[in-house]
Structures are given as C-alpha cells and as structure tokens.
C-alpha cells in the first residue's frame, strides 16, 4: 500500500505516463470511477500549465489519485494563477512542490479550506488551490513519519501533539455535520458488507470459523457504532478525520499533518483513527506472546494516548475498533482484497 515514488527517464515523468498509472489503479474500471479517469487527462494537463509545472515523481500511496512531486520551470509566476510561494521559498526559481488532486474520496477544496486557515501551523502549507481542475499545490515535505520516527508510541505521541494544534482551526471552515453522523455513516458501511456477505456470491457456502470470525467482527461493530450514535459527545472541533502515522510528514525538525478531511466531529474519533493502524504488531504479539497480547498493548496505548490529550479512553478505543473494521471493508470494496482480509483479522484479534 505504499511503494516508493516512481521516477521515470532521468526524473521526468510525462503526463501520459501518470494518467497509465492512474488506470491501473484497482478500481479505475469500476463504474464510479469512469468519468474520474476520462476527465483526468485533461486536468492534468491544465494543472501542468496554469502552474508552469514538470514532474519529477508520482506517489502512489493510499489508494486515491496520483500525488505529484513537481518542480516549477524557472520564470515569474503566470498571471492567471493564484500562486503563493511559502516562507523561505523564491516564486520564480525551480522549488519542489506537491499536487494533488481531487476525487476518489478526497475533498480538495474542503482540504484547502482547512489548509488556509490552519496556515502552516499543525499541517502543510497551501501554496495554491485551482479550484477549476480540483487541484491544489502544496509545499514538499520530508520523509513519513513512520521513516523518520519507527517506534509506534513515539509516533503516537507526535500525533497526539500535532491533533492538538489541528484542532484550534475554526469551526467555522469545518464542513457541518450533526454529532452522531460519523458514527451514522460507518454503521452504513457495516450494514452494506452484512447485505452483500447474505445476498452475494456464493453467500449459501458462507460458513466455517473463519466465515463466522467476520460475521461476529462485523455485529461488534456495529455495537460500538450503535453506542457512538446514541451517546454523541456534546464536544465538537474540525477533526483531521484520517490522522494516520503516513499522514505525517516530517518539515525540518518537527511534523506536520496532510489530507485533512475537515469535519465537525467529537476529538476523540481523530485519535480512534490514529490508532487503526497497527495491525501488524498486535498480529506479531499475538503470534509470539498468545492470544490477547495485541488487544492488551492496544488497550494500553489507547490509554496513554488518550490521557496525553485530555480524553476519553474509551470511546477513542471504541472509534479505533470502529475505524478498523470499516476500513477493512472499505478496501475489499476497492479491490484491495489482501490488504482487507489483513484489517479484518486483525480486528478480530482485538475484538475476540
């Protein structure tokens, strides 16, 4: 899920060569994402052009569009573009830069909201937004945190940190939803994946422990979504909404956030989904200390994590056991079959 940036003939990359990359993403045949890719090519080109760009890599992480690493060709900034260069950085030399694009589930004029208002502290500084082509350029950072920081509780720590300062943006840039709609929307998912394990393919031959395992990872969650929605927390601030440790960059000697969602939501959901990701050492746990170990050191990080920044313990270790299940179902939905049986073993682990 995440391969190292793609550099082609000398690190420069043809759009031609970016769009071939883009349709052999899993889900760039399915039906939702048809007008998202034909339309691409096109908004490419623009984005190219409006901002004088070359690319000199494609990132490939995560499982949305290509995100570009650029360099501006040497000359004054365009006079249509609304070009922004951060502190420290010449508008007319050839600085490195990011873009990214919108759709396949990122909100780029939500992000660019949040990005402006934040204005560097806590997240990347936005250098521009094309607004026409859905796209905006931003400054480039260093490494993942999980590169610069390996071990998972220092990483939690950092997160922690940065959420606090994320959530001083205002509310007034946080897209409006009521307290109980995150919870509502990932009941949704659950109940979609229940549908579909009844009614699909060979849905008769769904039995076995391992049938049963997801069956009873699936009802759980729903439970925890269930007590979610009933019992909203009356705090709400602009959550990041995916504040995983890949979405933390290193700038200079600190960390910064990227991809905001930008929602109205209770705090703790943020640090439920920091904590989502760390499947692999509860599986390793489990396999070299025996059953329990994984959930036993995930309930304790959840607690540090949560004491660090004032929270509830609880219901960010219930946002967490939330968050992987549906995520698990969310990339089953995308293609990514592997990677969906892992978050769902791995939710039963914790979940036993």
Request: hydrophobic content about 45%; charged content about 25%.
């Amino acid at each position: 899920m995440t391969p190292e940036p793609v550099a082609i003939r000398e690190h420069v990359v043809t759009p031609e060569q970016v769009v071939a990359l883009l349709r052999a993403r899993p889900w760039a045949g399915q039906s939702w994402a048809r007008d998202l890719v034909a339309a691409f090519p096109d908004r490419l080109d623009g984005v190219l052009v409006h901002w004088d760009l070359v690319i000199r890599h494609v990132h490939l992480a995560g499982a949305g569009l290509p995100v570009l690493e650029v360099v501006r060709r040497t000359g004054p900034v365009g006079p249509r573009g609304s070009f922004r260069a951060p502190a420290g950085r010449s508008p007319g030399g050839a600085d490195s830069f990011v873009v990214k694009f919108g759709g396949a589930g990122a909100d780029v004029a939500q992000q660019a909201r949040i990005l402006a208002a934040a204005d560097g502290r806590g997240y990347v500084r936005l250098v521009a937004h094309d607004g026409e082509r859905d796209a905006m350029l931003l400054e480039k950072l260093g490494p993942m945190l999980p590169q610069a920081v390996p071990d998972p509780v220092a990483q939690t720590d950092v997160l922690g940190d940065l959420l606090l300062q994320a959530w001083e943006v205002p509310l007034a840039v946080g897209r409006p939803v009521a307290p109980s709609q995150k919870a509502r929307s990932l009941l949704a998912i659950l109940d979609g994946a229940r549908a579909a394990d009844e009614s699909g393919p060979g849905a008769d031959d769904a039995s076995g422990p391992r049938a049963a395992d997801e069956a009873v990872v699936l009802e759980r969650a729903r439970g925890l979504a269930l007590d979610l929605i009933e019992s909203p927390s009356p705090r709400q601030v602009v959550v990041h909404g995916d504040p995983h440790p890949a979405n933390v960059l290193q700038r200079g000697e600190t960390h910064v956030l990227i991809d905001p969602d930008g929602f109205l939501c209770e705090p703790e959901y943020d640090l439920g989904v920091a904590l989502r990701d760390h499947r692999r050492i509860i599986d390793e746990l489990d396999r070299a200390e025996g059953c329990g170990a994984g959930r036993r050191w995930h309930a304790a990080l959840a607690e540090r994590l949560a004491r660090r920044v004032k929270l509830d313990p609880e219901r960010t270790l219930a946002w967490a056991h939330l968050e992987r299940v549906t995520t698990g179902v969310h990339l089953g939905r995308l293609g990514y079959v592997e990677d969906s049986e892992a978050w769902l073993r791995t939710a039963r682990h914790v979940l036993r």
